[in-house]
Structures are given as structure tokens and as C-alpha cells.
Nanobody, 116 residues
Framework: QVQLVESGGGLVQSGGSLRLSCIVS????????MSWYRQTPGKERELVAT????????NYADSVKGRFTISRDNAKNTVYLQMNSLKPEDTAMYYC?????????WGQGTQVTVSS
């Protein structure tokens, strides 16, 4: 059974930090490209960051470059999103996604709220 479980969200003040985790099971994590997305009510889901299977190719949305860092630990079947210098506009539900060929899996999301 495929599962992606995000954690680490919460309420933080502007300028603060959070570290999101997404632990997966039910598929070979090390073969999949992993991404973090976010979504606010009434808006489309936005790609935040992506990391390839080997962990050596990272890409970020312009809005988070220099503040967020994506990483993965293939031994722990986990992908992380370190979020620093958080802003109120980072408030959203954050989701992790796994992709390989035409296989795509999503987690249930974790809420991040940044107060001003």
C-alpha cells in the first residue's frame, strides 16, 4: 500500500523556520523524483521544490529560492523541506509528491501558517 505522510507543519511567526518531512512506504523511494507543492484555498497547487532520485539535482520556485531547502534520505525513505525566513505568504497546505514515469503519488498534506 502506497503511503506518503507529511509532518512538521504548524504555526510560526514571520521570520521563523519549520522543517517538513514526508515519509513514504509501499514503493521504492530511491527510484522516485520527489517534490513539495503548496496550495491555498481558491488557488492552484504550486510547485515549491523538486529533488531527483539521487538527490543531486534540485529546483526551486523563485518565491522560495534562498529560503527553502529540499533534501532526501533514501535510507529513511524521507524527503524534507527546510523552510527559513518564513513569510505570511508562505501560509498554505504543503504536499509531497512522488513521480516515476507515469506513476504519481501524493501525500495528504500538512498545514503551515505564518503569522505577521
Amino acid at each position: 500500500q502506497v503511503q506518503l505522510v507529511e509532518s512538521g507543519g504548524g504555526l510560526v511567526q514571520s521570520g521563523g523556520s519549520l522543517r517538513l518531512s514526508c515519509i513514504v512506504s509501499g514503493f521504492t523511494f530511491s527510484n522516485f523524483r520527489m517534490s513539495w507543492y503548496r496550495q491555498t484555498p481558491g488557488k492552484e497547487r504550486e510547485l515549491v521544490a523538486t529533488i531527483n532520485s539521487a538527490g543531486n539535482n534540485l529546483n526551486y520556485a523563485d518565491s522560495v529560492k534562498g529560503r527553502f531547502t529540499i533534501s532526501r534520505d533514501n535510507a529513511k525513505n524521507t524527503v524534507y523541506l527546510q523552510m527559513n525566513s518564513l513569510k505570511p505568504e508562505d501560509t498554505a497546505m504543503y504536499y509531497c509528491k512522488a513521480v516515476r514515469w507515469n506513476n504519481e503519488y501524493w501525500g495528504q498534506g500538512t498545514q503551515v501558517t505564518v503569522s505577521s
